[in-house]
């Protein structure tokens, strides 16, 4: 008992004798509020109009100690599969905005992107290209957000919560995404469908490869207006091996009238859409290849009307 007492008390010294400053709490400073916001009827670039597209957002703050705003870009090419480099945009001066502090009506035009990477023709784009918007808000004191602070410290992080991050509807954006698309017609897509798989490469021993599964398709529109969602993505290819793959939901965009899927889940890994996809325009029947995220698995699902 007098070994364990003995401890207690050497801990409790040294704790007290720490030294005041490596302690001390950094004084609190006010935080930014810069909020974007998309219009939804401008929020891609009309791959079926491109000479007339554009996209289009508003800034709003509340924070009268803005000094500048500097919006970057970055383009990826879905048919190049290619990632083009992150660049300046444009700067936004604080005092741009309004007495209501509100900047309204910036704009992205198809030429501008074209522009801002030397793009020699809008031929170069295609159907599901993203263009990604950063924002980096400055302060009259020399704060910038989003920032990594405390670096080389035990407590380095950013000074955004996670949060409020791309596409975020807070108080403070870091960015949006933009697509190149065109409008959806749900008509064409919203419905009940009879699903197969087929072409599968591998794994047939183990999978039911001529699986077939009734399923739903529904618009989600949100955050992009061509977002759809459909049950038996797959057709119940997973769903053989394990029941509980069965009826996971999967995502697709409609890129002017052609499906493309999105990262969708099966419990063995994402399917991913590797190009191909099609819709006949007189049946409704629509398809799209994938392969798997984590297994060397590829197939083809086809979606008829019921």
């Known amino acids: 008992m007098k070994k364990i007492t003995y401890l207690l008390l050497v801990g409790i010294i040294a704790f007290s004798c720490k030294d005041d400053e490596a302690v001390r709490v950094p004084e609190l400073e006010e935080g930014v509020?810069?909020?974007?916001?998309?219009?939804?009827?401008?929020?891609?670039?009309?791959?079926?109009d491109?000479?007339?597209a554009y996209v289009e957002f508003d800034l709003f703050t509340v924070s009268d100690f803005i000094d500048k705003i500097d919006i970057y870009i970055q383009y990826s090419n879905l048919r190049q599969d290619s990632v083009y480099n992150t660049v300046l945009w444009q700067t936004i001066q604080g005092s741009d905005f309004d007495s209501e502090g509100s900047i309204r009506n910036v704009t992205l035009e198809t030429q501008d992107l074209l522009d801002l990477y030397e793009i020699a023709s809008s031929d170069t784009l295609s159907g599901g290209d993203v263009i990604t918007?950063?924002?980096?808000?400055?302060?009259?004191d020399g704060r910038i957000f989003p920032d990594t602070v405390l670096q080389g410290t035990d407590f380095e992080g950013v000074n955004v919560d996670p949060s409020f991050a791309i596409n975020s509807t807070s108080s403070f954006s870091s960015g949006f995404i933009a697509y190149v698309a065109c409008p959806t017609d749900a008509s064409l897509w919203v419905g009940e469908y009879s699903t197969a798989v087929s072409n599968v490469n591998a794994f047939c021993g183990l999978l039911d490869c001529n699986a077939t599964r009734d399923a739903t398709v529904s618009l989600v529109g949100n955050p992009e207006p061509f977002r759809y969602t459909m049950t038996a993505h797959d057709a119940g290819l997973w769903g053989s091996f394990d029941p509980g793959s069965l009826d996971r939901a999967g995502n697709f965009?409609?890129?002017?009238?052609?499906?493309?899927?999105?990262?969708?889940?099966?419990?063995?890994?994402?399917?991913?859409?590797?190009?191909?996809?099609?819709?006949?325009?007189?049946?409704?029947?629509?398809?799209?290849?994938?392969?798997?995220?984590?297994?060397?698995?590829?197939?083809?699902?086809?979606?008829?009307?019921?």
């Open 50 to 52: 491109l000479s007339n």
């Open 253 to 306: 965009y409609d890129i002017c009238e052609t499906p493309l899927l999105l990262p969708s889940p099966t419990g063995y890994g994402d399917h991913q859409d590797v190009g191909g996809g099609a819709r006949d325009e007189n049946t409704g029947v629509f398809s799209y290849n994938w392969c798997n995220f984590f297994n060397p698995v590829c197939g083809t699902t086809t979606f008829t009307p019921l």
């Open 133 to 140: 918007f950063f924002t980096y808000t400055t302060t009259d």
């Open 33 to 48: 509020t810069m909020r974007v916001d998309v219009n939804p009827n401008q929020s891609f670039l009309d791959f079926a």
